[in-house]
């Protein structure tokens, strides 16, 4: 028995999230426009573009509007928050819920660069010094 398949936010492929990336680096355009971002060596058909961003219409990605007989598409606001999402189910699914977990096994699979350790440690540090300073609406100890 087949489970169906769910039209949801972190199913989303690698042309999705690279034709999605094209629309939001442009900020609005026609499938033209994001066909025109693409390397000519890797450039998909246009039906191809157009049905991708359909189907990111369907998943609450983009919108579109109509300019003389043109479909004009834009992301909605949700789309920035995709990685983050499909991010949030890799780390749930694949690793409990562990973000040590996860990190350990990113370490692990890839060549880590000296410079790429220095600059994850600097992030890690900047996020702990954000959650250090006090919240919006706490006082200072008053």
């Known amino acids: 028995m087949t489970?169906?398949?769910?039209?949801?936010?972190?199913?989303?492929?690698?042309?999705?999230?690279?034709?999605?990336?094209?629309?939001?680096?442009?900020g609005e355009g026609t499938?033209?426009?994001?066909?025109?971002?693409?390397?000519?060596?890797?450039?998909?058909?246009?039906?191809?573009?157009?049905t991708v961003l359909r189907g990111l219409?369907?998943?609450?990605?983009?919108l579109h509007r109509t300019q003389d007989r043109t479909y004009v598409y834009k992301?909605?606001?949700e789309a920035g928050r995709v990685r983050k999402r499909v991010l949030r189910s890799v780390l749930d699914r694949v690793f409990s819920g562990s973000?040590?977990?996860?990190?350990?096994?990113?370490?692990?699979?890839?060549?880590?660069?000296?410079e790429t350790l220095v600059a994850l440690k600097a992030l890690i540090a900047e996020h702990?010094?954000?959650?250090?300073?006090?919240?919006e609406g706490e006082n200072d100890g008053d």
């Open 31 to 50: 499938v033209y426009d994001v066909l025109d971002r693409f390397e000519e060596s890797r450039r998909p058909r246009y039906t191809t573009v157009l």
């Open 3 to 26: 489970t169906p398949r769910r039209n949801n936010i972190v199913d989303i492929g690698e042309l999705q999230l690279e034709v999605l990336d094209t629309l939001t680096g442009l």
């Open 99 to 114: 973000p040590k977990a996860m990190l350990a096994a990113l370490l692990d699979a890839e060549d880590i660069t000296p």
């Open 75 to 77: 992301p909605t606001p």
């Open 57 to 62: 219409e369907k998943k609450g990605l983009a």
């Open 128 to 135: 702990e010094m954000q959650g250090e300073q006090p919240q």
